[in-house]
């Protein structure tokens, strides 16, 4: 049986998609053209634990992240955060470059907040692909194009030189979200401590599906199961990521849910039974009951289509 993949080191996510392994566990950088002629085309949904932003100048194909895609956008810069859901299917044609690095490895240039704190638009839902036209690409080509000069070296305080292109790269996409976001999404009123509760809350929802988890008397399917764990009320959990998130707690847990039996459904031979029990639901009719209502479709109707 094949299960959902996850790749926790960038070396494993290298060779799962067929490029040479980074030269540092801690980030990669590359043009899209020099992945050509060995990247897999076509990459079956799978996981990894790392950001990634990129920019595709031109190109066939798609990929998607989480809800996402890039199909239909010619110049586009798109991005990932760690545990989203990412699937592809390319032609051979693509250029453009991107960077994926650890959070670690960006916080080590004394910064002590999280990225999702200085960048809230990561924490949104809305991770969709930015349109880019002439005046838009060129400013962030040309920081790219340094940035893969710089990592093709080896010279001293390169760690750290590279750490600064990276936040240029999230300052310049910040401000490409920001003007292209919706007319209500807005952080002047989210403190520090709200973002970092609905980062960790993120998280748990992430690691609440492990495999082989122990959910206890409380099931991952119940905002009340994540509320005891970040020391807060239900209602102030829902509160918070309905401002932040722009949905509530409980439809952050349904879309994650409905992301991974999707994606088990499609990439897996599982059977619904099967799928059901690894996502905790007590009875496999409860997760097709759960699947009809979100898709409009049996789970093996959706996998038959």
């Not at 003007?179 to 970092?196: H, V």
């Amino acid at each position: 049986m094949t299960a959902l993949q996850h790749y926790a080191t960038l070396r494993a996510y290298c060779e799962a998609i067929g490029i040479p392994s980074p030269k540092s566990d801690g980030y990669d950088v590359r043009s899209f053209a020099e992945n050509m002629k060995t990247v897999k085309q076509s990459m079956p949904s799978f996981k990894h634990e790392f950001y990634a932003l990129a920019l595709k100048l031109e190109g066939s194909g798609y990929t998607t992240t989480g809800n996402h895609t890039t199909a239909d956008l010619e110049a586009t810069v798109f991005f990932n955060s760690p545990y989203q859901i990412i699937h592809w299917d390319i032609a051979p044609d693509w250029e453009g470059y991107y960077v994926i690095f650890s959070e670690d490895f960006l916080r080590n240039a004394g910064d002590q907040q999280r990225l999702t704190q200085r960048f809230p638009f990561l924490l949104n839902d809305n991770t969709y692909p930015l349109p880019l036209d002439q005046e838009g690409i060129v400013p962030l080509l040309r920081v790219f194009e340094n940035l893969h000069q710089e990592h093709q070296q080896t010279a001293a305080h390169q760690d750290d030189i590279i750490r600064h292109y990276i936040q240029i790269l999230l300052l310049q996409t910040a401000r490409l979200f920001y003007k292209c976001a919706p007319k209500d999404y807005s952080t002047t009123t989210q403190r520090d401590n709200d973002l970092n509760t609905v980062s960790r809350f993120r998280a748990l929802i992430e690691t609440a599906f492990y495999p082989n988890q122990k959910p206890g008397a409380e099931s991952p399917h119940q905002v009340q199961y994540y509320a005891q764990q970040l020391n807060i009320h239900p209602n102030h959990l829902n509160a918070l990521t309905k401002r932040i998130a722009g949905h509530s707690a409980s439809d952050l847990i349904q879309q994650h849910l409905l992301a991974l039996a999707t994606a088990k459904l499609k990439s897996t031979q599982l059977s619904v039974k099967e799928i059901a029990y690894d996502l905790y639901f007590d009875y496999p009719n409860h997760f097709s009951a759960f699947f009809k209502k979100q898709t409009g479709q049996s789970p093996n109707a959706f996998r038959k289509a």
